[in-house]
C-alpha cells in the first residue's frame, strides 16, 4: 500500500514540476535586465515596428509588426535580448500558413489573363 501511495505521489508532482520549469525561462534579476530602448533597438534593427512592450511572465513581450507589415508577438529575454519566441497574429486565421510575398511585389501570372495594365480577359465557352 506504502508503495501504491508514494508511486501516485510520485506522478501527482510531476506536471507540477514541468509547469513550473516552463516559466523560470526568463528568471533573471531585475538588476540584469537590459533597458526598454535597448529592446526597441534590437527590434528597429530587425525592421520590427513597436507597439506595445510589457513584461509577462519574466520576459518582455512585445507586440508589433514585421518588415512586412504582419502583426507578431515576440518573447524576449530581459537579460540577453534573445527572441524567445515569435507569434504571427493572423497564423490562426489562415492555419499557420506564411505569407511568402506581400501584395504587389509579385508579377502577375503570364496566361493571357493579365496584360499591361488592362482588367482580365473572360472567356465564357
Not at 68 to 96: C, F, K, S
Not at 99 to 117: E, Q
Request: glycine share 8%.
Amino acid at each position: 500500500m506504502k508503495t501504491i501511495l508514494s508511486a501516485i505521489a510520485l506522478f501527482a508532482a510531476i506536471p507540477v514540476g514541468a509547469a513550473m520549469a516552463d516559466s523560470d525561462d526568463c528568471n533573471v534579476s531585475s538588476s540584469n535586465w537590459q533597458s526598454r530602448e535597448a529592446v526597441t533597438r534590437m527590434a528597429s534593427e530587425k525592421g520590427w515596428t513597436v507597439h506595445e512592450l510589457k513584461v509577462d511572465d519574466g520576459c518582455y513581450e512585445l507586440e508589433g509588426r514585421d518588415r512586412g507589415g504582419r502583426r507578431i508577438e515576440v518573447a524576449i529575454h530581459p537579460a540577453t535580448l534573445q527572441v524567445m519566441d515569435v507569434e504571427y497574429e493572423d497564423d490562426d486565421d489562415r492555419g499557420n500558413a506564411r505569407n511568402a510575398a506581400p501584395a504587389g511585389t509579385v508579377a502577375p501570372p503570364k496566361n493571357g489573363l493579365f496584360g499591361n495594365g488592362a482588367p482580365p480577359k473572360v472567356q465564357q465557352n
